[in-house]
């Protein structure tokens, strides 16, 4: 939702950020692996007891990754590659973080925050690659209840508040869950 809605508040920055980072000869596929890095890196932290740090991390890794697309778009360097390696490495790390949370929260919430991820990514990218919508993504971007950042807010939650990780898993799974209802009614209508 924030992606979707709130993107055009930030646009500014991330074109900024984006033009400082070609200007240093970075191609979008470095900071695609450096958002890789930087939340693998996160998720370890958080793991070993540093928790500050994996905050810090976490959101650094999901400006690269916001950033990788914008420049790519400056270079137009876009490519099917860079779109592949974005969407795996953002899942990459989403996994990262779920296994780091072995110790605070139960597997159960975990197994379903890990279900409902998979659901979701299942209609979104079934619709983006069966979907005649375009968007300036590289296939069409299907909106929805939580998207990246959300993500990363309920993660930051999990972070902070990790006594109560199990609880919050939960949330994150049911808002998820509603957003695959959203996608899926959505996904039923475009591809009539």
């Not at 697309?69 to 490495?89: H, N």
């Not at 379903?112 to 979104?124: E, K, R, W, Y």
């Not at 971007?141 to 609880?167: D, H, P």
């Amino acid at each position: 939702m924030l992606d979707t809605h709130a993107r055009g508040y930030f646009n500014i920055l991330f074109q900024g950020l984006a033009k400082l980072l070609l200007s240093l000869h970075l191609k979008p596929l470095h900071v695609t692996f450096l958002a890789l890095i930087t939340g693998l890196i996160g998720a370890f932290s958080f793991y070993i007891g540093f928790h500050i740090i994996s905050l810090i991390l976490l959101w650094c890794s999901g400006l690269f990754d916001a950033l990788d697309g914008e420049m790519a778009r400056q270079s137009k360097l876009q490519s099917k590659k860079g779109a592949l390696l974005d969407l795996l490495f953002d899942r990459v790390v989403e996994i990262a973080f779920i296994f780091s949370f072995i110790n605070t929260a139960s597997i159960l919430s975990l197994l379903s925050l890990s279900c409902t991820i998979i659901l979701s990514m299942t209609v979104f990218l079934t619709v983006g690659a069966m979907s005649e919508k375009q968007s300036k993504k590289s296939f069409y971007y299907q909106a929805g209840l939580i998207e990246r950042t959300e993500a990363f807010i309920l993660f930051s939650l999990m972070i902070i508040f990790s006594t109560y990780s199990t609880y919050i898993a939960y949330l994150f799974s049911i808002l998820i869950l509603i957003t695959v209802l959203q996608r899926l009614k959505e996904a039923l209508q475009i591809l009539k």
